[in-house]
């Protein structure tokens, strides 16, 4: 039997006269973020089957609204990741993970140069031209490789987070060095390393002073103030840096030693030198972890005041799962790795025009390429008073430089038969030396204001431009022809 609802609904459908539910409802979303069309709702709100007469040929779903801006420039989020069908799911999980990185930093909008510069490489067009678009490419695409770190360091704890970050944060420095190993450009290699450490030591730390200081130069009383930072970093990442200064001058001490000798057995006595004094940086640098991160990590706490302000702020919420963090970690780091071959086979093209040196493109351009990313966080977090994290990112990656990253490229060098040592450049030693000093006295009290910010890139300008003057590697073949004291 049916009753008078049933009767009616059967009538309105035969002569498809369809009306919108009298309770006034005239939609009903489903779970699959669309909107079910009125018409085919009858009189208390239940589906109407679908199939109906088909002079009806308007769509019985529509996109809810909102749909096409949360799916298109939502930064969190994306309909469907969370849908029963796996073949919605996935592709909706694929987009988000790819909509979230690009949205993760505005200097993103450099990725156009990435398939630019590849295309440069593979039709071998001109050396410059190779040259600046792979650079360009290689600075959103250092971006994106922090971000990855940051949302697995996220979920992992202070410690793992800090191991994570400790050993991928001059990953894009890295790569780039071991394609020019492999090609056998020891010069740009040592240059590039170099140039990490002085681009993170003055550069970016002074950066971090000066905007810091300028931003937070008075109290509520007018009166002139001072940053402060935990003075246990301070004395402790420069008593390391003293080191590798240490371990690059006496390589250069030996070589100029040795002056009687013939070139065969100077190298491998400095071979011999370097690999040794590798494999205890590299110890040195473990210890350095076991001592921040778990024995005395109550030295690199932040002083009080910077610790209740971080207090108030709301902690980082990783947008990624782990596997999708180390999928993008993974996948960049391959197109990078892509972008630094063809930027590597450039140079010695680019050096041949006699327009510049490489050592100034080791020592100046890689480093920007490879810190730019490192380089807005330290200073972004200088201007909010988070003097600690600010040292952490700029003394902390030139430790990871000095300890880590150079021995380590020391031994591969062994590995794969290049003669990759630490007896560098006269000049670049005495630089590098200096630098260690200046930064030393600057940030022994543990403050720090605008004046001595302006005074490390007042040091790094002048370190630039020595490079930038010297005629193409001059100062390659003067270290090779003189015997100084330093060499």
């Known amino acids: 039997m049916f009753n008078v609802k049933t009767r009616d609904h059967l009538r309105r459908i035969e002569t498809g006269k369809l009306s919108s539910p009298p309770n006034g409802n005239t939609s009903s979303t489903s779970a699959s973020g669309y909107v079910a069309n009125p018409d085919d709702m009858d009189d208390d709100g239940e589906r109407r089957p679908l199939l109906v007469h088909q002079h009806h040929t308007h769509s019985t779903l529509r996109p809810e609204p909102g749909f096409w801006r949360h799916l298109l420039f939502n930064r969190q989020s994306s309909p469907g990741i969370h849908h029963a069908n796996p073949l919605v799911r996935w592709p909706a999980r694929a987009w988000n993970v790819t909509k979230v990185t690009l949205f993760s930093s505005w200097i993103n909008v450099l990725l156009v140069f990435v398939p630019l510069g590849i295309v ?14 792979n650079f360009f490419a290689i600075i959103p695409l ?3 490789l922090s971000f990855a770190t940051e949302e697995i360091a ?3 704890g202070e410690t793992l987070g800090g191991l ?3 050993t991928f944060g001059n990953a894009v420095e890295l790569i780039v060095s071991i394609v020019a190993l492999r090609a056998g450009e020891i010069e740009v290699v040592q240059a590039s390393m170099l140039g990490s450490i002085l681009s993170n030591l003055l550069l970016v730390l002074g950066m971090c002073f000066f905007l810091g200081g300028i931003n937070n130069m008075r109290d509520r009383n007018g ?3 001072e940053q402060s930072f935990a003075q246990g970093t301070a004395q402790t990442t420069c008593s390391l840096m003293a080191l590798a200064s240490a371990s690059m001058i006496l390589p250069a001490a030996l070589y100029g030693v040795l002056d009687r000798a013939d070139q065969e057995n100077k190298e491998a006595s400095i071979l011999i030198l370097s690999r040794g004094t590798a ?3 590299l110890s040195l640098y473990c ?4 001592f921040a991160l778990r024995t005395h990590k ?3 706490e932040p002083e009080t005041q910077n610790a209740s302000a971080d207090g108030n702020e709301a902690e980082h919420e990783p947008l990624l799962s782990p596997w999708a963090a180390a999928l993008v970690l993974v996948a960049v780091t391959l197109i990078i790795s892509v972008c630094a071959d063809h930027m590597v086979n450039s140079i010695d093209a680019l050096v041949a025009t006699g327009k510049i040196s490489k050592s100034f493109i080791g020592l100046i351009l890689i480093p920007i390429v490879g810190n730019a990313a490192e380089h807005v966080t330290a200073c972004v977090v200088a201007i909010k008073d988070k003097m600690d994290l600010a040292m952490g990112v700029a003394i902390g990656s030139s430790i990871q430089i000095a300890l880590l990253v150079t021995p380590a490229l020391v031994m591969l060098g062994w590995a794969i038969g290049q003669p990759m040592t630490l007896h560098f450049e006269t000049f670049q030693t005495i630089a590098f030396a200096l630098s260690v000093l200046v930064v030393t006295y600057t940030v022994q009290d543990g403050k720090s204001n605008y004046l001595e910010g302006a005074m490390l890139l007042g040091l790094y300008m002048i370190i630039a431009l020595a490079f930038l003057a010297s005629p193409t590697d001059a100062l390659h073949k003067l270290s090779s022809s003189l015997s100084l004291p330093w060499q």
């Open 287 to 290: 210890l350095y972890l076991v």
């Open 120 to 133: 440069a490489g593979m039709q071998e067009w001109s050396a410059p031209s190779v040259f600046t678009l």
């Open 279 to 281: 494999l205890v940086l």
């Open 142 to 144: 250092a971006a994106v």
């Open 154 to 156: 996220a979920r992992l």
């Open 164 to 166: 994570v970050n400790a």
């Open 223 to 225: 009166n002139g103030i």
């Open 298 to 300: 109550q030295l690199f």
